[in-house]
């Protein structure tokens, strides 16, 4: 009986904590090139705010970050301080690859002595945005699969533990409106917290 | 050439006679012997009539079939409103410069960065070091014979 109150009680803080994680992701102000640019007008302009989604205190330190969103061609002299600011900051931590250069390379995959082919090669990451650069509406969608998968992911009995890496690519044929509408009904969906259905520990609702 | 171009040219021929003109570069291109290249260089810029007091750019060919590396400094005259391209040619077997790093301070920098892609060592250099690429990097990679195994070729067919 002890051990299906304790599941009971942290199935709910679990879907609490990552309801409030998700809603709370502070990125690293790290770029290096193209995507960095295309990232600051989704995240600073006021016409694409990421304000929206609960991400748009950009921390100029590591150890206050939660999401490094890597915007940008990582070289050879680049990678290890990348992997170093990734262990500078704090758990849970969570990583997104924007652009073809940070997934695999990109234009520098050939004939490239410096460019590294993917930042995979590097650190673990969540979830990957293709684009050259991606839209700014590609970016947050990105950011939606990511708060989707800290919802329904992590758990605090065993933190770590995560889904396989997801690229989150744009359906084809989609417009600039439809973007729109279904980020403006996801925000409308995703800004509840539901303790039912979403926790993959879900032992005490099968015994009740 | 226009008129302003030759004259010049007349001015640097006259402190260095072995000074010759790049036909058909586009701009105005002289070419200077490696070994009087300070010389010349000290000339366009101290010289009051000239005064080439900026450096543009400074940077490096490799032609390899001719086993030579082609050094290219862009300058500058504010004086002049004019830019003016001089090349030297080195042997590709001892790719030795004289440093030009004392008449223009930010060359230090600018051939810091041919050093580190080309291979090219300047002689009086301050501070010969790699720029962009780790320090304990092997080879030089714009070099047309530099070899990687990390790079991957694209097999067309």
New interface residues.
Partial sequence: MAVEENSFLLTTVDALVNWSRANSLWPLAFGTSCCAIEMMMASTAARHDIARFGAEVVRPSPRQADLLIVAGTIVKRMASRLKRLYEQMPEPRYVMATGSCTIAGGPFYYNSYTTVRGIDEIIPVDVFVPGCPPRPEGLFYGLLVLQRMIKEGESVAQPGVRRKPVMAALPPAMTLKDIQKEIAALLVERSEVKTRGVSPNRIWEERA | MSEREATIFSLIQSCCSEVILNEGSGSFSIQVPSEKLVFVMEHLKKSESLAFVMLLDHLAVDWKEMGEFELVYQLYSFKLDQRIEVTTKIPRAIPNAHSVSRIWPIAEWQEREVYDLFGIYYINHPDLRRL???DDWKGF?LRKD?E?P?????VKE
């Fill in positions: 962009f690429l780790e990679p530099y990687d990390f790079m991957l070729e694209l």
